[in-house]
T-cell receptor
Framework: AQKVTQAQTEISVVEKEDVTLDCVYE???????LFWYKQPPSGELVFLIR??????QNEISGRYSWNFQKSTSSFNFTITASQVVDSAVYFC???????????????FGQGTILTVHP | GAVVSQHPSWVICKSGTSVKIECRSL??????MFWYRQFPKQSLMLMAT?????????EQGVEKDKFLINHASLTLSTLTVTSAHPEDSSFYIC??????????????FGPGTRLTVL
């Protein structure tokens, strides 16, 4: 069975601080995908990134960066120089790779509520 | 990018009535769609997998007679909450795979439907 754990329920920072959101996953699949989504108060999920299990390169997109470490089954997300607009709930998610019986289904972590204060 | 719409965006109904929620892929075909439920301050939980032209596959603990899913075309899946009760009040979100492009493992989420049962 797949499982995603986001140990941080809530994080509160002051604007311009860096913040890292942790994500640890469990799966028996050798091929899988990891995702991060942002959910602002409106409720609509905003896709941030998808990473497949064979690509362990870290990625940077503007103020966002992701650290994928297969050895520790972690896929952490860092926001540099946080802004008030970053305040939202962030979800880490996992799906099985193509060909599996659970292909396409997402298993979500519990979510981390990030509040950035001015 | 691929767009998924949901209708209605919110609905309030009386206990005992049935409510139908539509999920449409606007610019791609989706042989598979997924329905998630999110209770306040909680994560998204997969309810069922909707397959075009066949019966939906429900996750453990989800009552198939209460949450009727119909996927009659490649662009439309509907979720009907039958005899709704206050405990069914939740945020319902659908997602779809775009299998016609190279993004077959990318999930596109609808904006969600907020159901309140009085």
């Amino acid at each position: 069975a797949q499982k995603v754990t986001q140990a941080q329920t809530e994080i509160s920072v002051v604007e311009k601080e860096d913040v890292t959101l942790d994500c640890v996953y469990e799966t028996r699949d050798t091929t899988y995908y990891l995702f991060w989504y942002k959910q602002p108060p409106s409720g609509e999920l905003v896709f941030l990134i998808r990473r497949n299990s064979f690509d362990e390169q870290n990625e940077i997109s503007g103020r966002y960066s992701w650290n994928f470490q297969k050895s520790t089954s972690s896929f952490n997300f860092t926001i540099t120089a946080s802004q008030v607009v970053d305040s939202a709930v962030y979800f880490c998610a996992l799906s099985e790779g193509a060909g599996g019986t659970s292909y396409g289904k997402l298993t979500f972590g519990q979510g981390t509520i990030l509040t950035v204060h001015p | 990018g691929a767009v998924v719409s949901q209708h209605p965006s919110w609905v309030i109904c009386k206990s005992g009535t049935s409510v139908k929620i539509e999920c449409r892929s606007l610019d791609f075909q989706a042989t598979t769609m997924f329905w998630y439920r999110q209770f306040p301050k909680q994560s998204l939980m997969l309810m069922a997998t909707s397959n075009e032209g066949s019966k939906a596959t429900y996750e453990q603990g989800v009552e198939k007679d209460k949450f009727l899913i119909n996927h009659a075309s490649l662009t439309l899946s509907t979720l009907t909450v039958t005899s709704a009760h206050p405990e069914d009040s939740s945020f319902y979100i659908c997602s779809a795979n775009d299998v016609t492009s190279g993004r077959s493992n990318e999930q596109f989420f609808g904006p969600g439907t907020r159901l309140t049962v009085l």
